[in-house]
């Protein structure tokens, strides 16, 4: 299966949650750090616990790029543990010149083998285009951040009364000619998330901002359902990972995202 499919059968069958591996050794269990690779193993209980309700895992590259290489081996590893079925995200957020962004493309795409990316625009169309020609692959592009800088460029005012997040949502549209195309689009404020949901169109969309950072599932699936769209994926990473530090990660884990779902449930 290709990326849009993947993601499609899970927005069929109800999932929704993409389980956000932001793996940080300073917060997990103390009792992994006496393990080989704490990391890792963390890794493999929260996949083992998640991956028949998860719609997708996302690997923050920052969280494992500060090991060096024994970090890429780490996720490498990690997307080992996933099953073949569901989607897996760099959040690496690249975006470079032509010849740079040619070979970040091949690494995420080709060496790690992930279904999707997470990708900034700044730059331009040139700076993407080599991630937008995998046709198989998802590329999710930044547009609207759930984090406080957002108003510092994602918010300004354009000369055409649009913000230029609305502007970036308009011109990947026109980008998504081989249907591999996504948005990040920030879950913390719903009143903009209705302004702005029918400009997605068709394109999935990555929301960031719910859980630790105070944006709210229920408003977010309620918003969705209103419009009868069910192309959104809902990232929660510290919410899920950190919420247990006993032995019994494993099943808080599993009833924290049944729970998620069950939220979600009620709004399909």
Same mark, same amino acid.
């Given at each position: 299966?290709?990326?849009? &499919?993947?993601?499609?059968?899970?927005? @069929?069958?109800?999932?929704?949650?993409?389980?956000?591996?932001?793996? @940080?050794?300073?917060?997990?269990?103390?009792?992994?750090?006496?393990?080989?690779?704490?990391?890792?193993?963390?890794?493999?209980?929260?996949?083992?616990?998640?991956?028949?309700?998860?719609?997708?895992?996302?690997?923050?590259?920052?969280?494992?790029?500060?090991?060096?290489?024994?970090?890429? @081996?780490? +996720?490498?590893?990690?997307?080992?543990? +996933?099953?073949?079925?569901?989607?897996?995200?760099?959040?690496?957020?690249?975006?470079?010149?032509?010849?740079?962004? &040619?070979?970040?493309?091949?690494?995420?795409?080709?060496?790690?083998?992930?279904?999707?990316?997470?990708?900034?625009?700044? %730059?331009?169309?040139?700076?993407?285009?080599?991630?937008?020609?995998?046709?198989?692959?998802?590329?999710?592009?930044?547009?609207?951040?759930?984090?406080?800088?957002?108003?510092?460029?994602?918010?300004? %005012?354009?000369?055409?009364?649009?913000?230029?997040?609305?502007?970036?949502? &308009?011109?990947?549209?026109?980008?998504?000619?081989?249907?591999?195309?996504?948005?990040?689009?920030?879950?913390?404020?719903?009143?903009?998330?209705?302004?702005? +949901?029918?400009?997605?169109?068709?394109?999935? +969309?990555?929301?960031?901002?719910?859980?630790?950072?105070?944006?709210?599932?229920?408003?977010?699936?309620?918003?969705?359902?209103?419009?009868?769209?069910?192309?959104?994926?809902?990232?929660?990473?510290?919410?899920?990972?950190?919420?247990?530090?006993?032995?019994?990660?494993?099943?808080?884990?599993?009833?924290?995202?049944?729970?998620?779902?069950?939220?979600?449930?009620?709004?399909?």
């Amino acid at each position: 299966m290709d990326a849009n &499919q993947k993601l499609q059968k899970k927005f @069929d069958d109800g999932f929704h949650i993409c389980v956000g591996l932001d793996t @940080d050794i300073k917060k997990i269990p103390g009792f992994l750090l006496s393990c080989k690779n704490p990391i890792l193993e963390f890794n493999k209980i929260i996949i083992d616990s998640t991956f028949k309700h998860a719609a997708s895992y996302k690997i923050n590259f920052a969280f494992y790029e500060l090991y060096g290489s024994k970090g890429f @081996d780490d +996720i490498s590893q990690t997307l080992e543990l +996933i099953p073949n079925d569901v989607l897996t995200i760099a959040d690496a957020k690249r975006g470079d010149i032509g010849n740079t962004s &040619q070979m970040y493309a091949q690494s995420i795409f080709n060496y790690f083998n992930f279904d999707a990316v997470t990708l900034n625009p700044f %730059m331009g169309f040139d700076s993407l285009s080599p991630f937008l020609e995998y046709p198989d692959k998802l590329n999710f592009i930044l547009a609207l951040t759930s984090n406080n800088g957002a108003k510092d460029f994602e918010k300004l %005012m354009l000369s055409n009364n649009k913000f230029l997040f609305q502007h970036v949502i &308009q011109t990947v549209n026109g980008w998504n000619t081989n249907n591999n195309c996504g948005i990040v689009f920030g879950a913390t404020n719903v009143k903009e998330l209705e302004e702005n +949901i029918q400009s997605f169109n068709s394109m999935p +969309i990555l929301l960031p901002g719910v859980g630790a950072q105070g944006g709210s599932l229920e408003d977010v699936a309620n918003t969705f359902s209103l419009h009868k769209k069910k192309n959104y994926l809902v990232n929660i990473s510290r919410a899920l990972l950190y919420l247990d530090n006993s032995d019994n990660l494993s099943i808080s884990v599993a009833k924290a995202i049944k729970d998620l779902n069950s939220i979600i449930q009620i709004y399909i």
